[in-house]
């Protein structure tokens, strides 16, 4: 679907804006289909598919990824929360199940609206034919092929450039230790890290899942303080190939208690300490990548959360027909 997406290159948040005649597939699409599902409530593609729904009769099963982002500017947080409160509410509300993918935004949510239905939780899933562990011998043979001598801490950071990531915290602490090795893989946007100059972080642009699963294999630790958007798949895929993760407090919130996962406050020196402290423990306890993977496959199944789904879709279907049955009973009969 093509679309403009100039808030994020120029604003530093994206709201990708559909072509006029994009509006109009949506329309028909939604016309030939039987159901809905829709993720996140303020995207422009979103609300057309969920009024073109409406307007068509058509049941909606709405999946919710992400929260409020404490951005720093008082202009964008004064427009996310009146679109929130209008617009989000409005959609949500006339969902026929909504979906989140962590407690933590669920629990933001609630406050926000009522539903027709309580919310449903599902995290989303990993592909574990593809985000598995490798062995010693195979971590050592990715380590070489990325230039990382088997000696150095290697910690990596997947993502958009952008501040909601907390993309800005890690700058000190990779100035801070210049002993250990960081790969930045994503795209810029209102930050630039390859522009900071500093010896010991190598930036790459973004690249196909199964590059990207060799990174993770590789690395000692992810490191990601993002705020405002539940579980990030960054996580769930990294822990599902044995590497454990740095997050911020409300991340790993969504998580609960699990000795596989550090967290920290969104401040420089709190996440150079726990990196610290999480690489030092990784040392002593090689096993905890093991467990990372382990904790992973039981709690991000594909197919686990496909069949969440399907049970959630199936369950739609069968109420919308029985309120029509109800209201025409002749005509379903």
């Not at 073109?52 to 982002?69: D, E, N």
């Not at 993502?159 to 960081?182: C, D, H, T, Y």
């Not at 997050?247 to 150079?272: N, Q």
Request: net charge positive; hydrophobic share 45%.
């Amino acid at each position: 679907m093509a679309a403009w997406n100039v808030t994020e290159d120029h604003l530093g948040f994206p709201y990708p804006l559909p072509s006029p005649a994009a509006f109009a597939s949506i329309l028909r699409e939604v016309r030939a289909c039987d159901l809905v599902h829709v993720h996140d409530c303020l995207y422009p593609a979103s609300v057309a598919a969920s009024l073109s729904a409406l307007a068509t009769g058509k049941p909606i099963l709405l999946t919710q990824h992400v929260g409020p982002v404490p951005y720093r500017r008082r202009t964008l947080r004064a427009a996310q929360y009146a679109a929130y409160h209008s617009l989000g509410r409005q959609i949500l509300k006339r969902a026929d199940q909504v979906v989140f993918v962590s407690p933590t935004v669920r629990s933001w949510f609630s406050r926000l609206c009522a539903f027709r239905r309580p919310p449903a939780l599902v995290a989303n899933g990993v592909d574990l034919e593809r985000f598995h562990p490798v062995d010693a011998v195979g971590r050592l043979e990715l380590r070489a092929q990325h230039g990382i001598d088997p000696a150095t801490p290697m910690l990596l950071f997947v993502g958009r450039f952008v501040e909601k990531k907390g993309i800005g915290l890690l700058r000190r602490v990779i100035e801070a230790r210049p002993q250990w090795s960081w790969t930045f893989i994503g795209r810029a946007g209102a930050e630039d890290p390859a522009a900071w100059g500093l010896p010991n972080l190598r930036v790459l642009p973004p690249m196909t899942p199964d590059r990207l699963a060799g990174y993770y294999q590789a690395a000692d630790l992810l490191v990601l303080p993002s705020t405002g958007e539940g579980l990030p798949v960054v996580v769930q895929e990294a822990m599902a190939c044995g590497t454990p993760a740095l997050v911020s407090e409300e991340v790993a919130a969504a998580l609960g208690p699990t000795d596989v996962l550090f967290s920290a406050g969104r401040d420089s020196k709190a996440i150079l300490d726990q990196a610290a402290r999480a690489l030092a423990l990784l040392s002593r306890s090689p096993e905890l990548r093991g467990r990372a993977a382990a904790y992973a496959a039981q709690a991000w199944s594909w197919q686990a959360r496909i069949r969440d789904y399907e049970s959630l879709l199936l369950r739609i279907s069968r109420q919308r027909l029985g309120q029509e049955a109800e209201r025409d009973p002749v005509t379903s009969a």
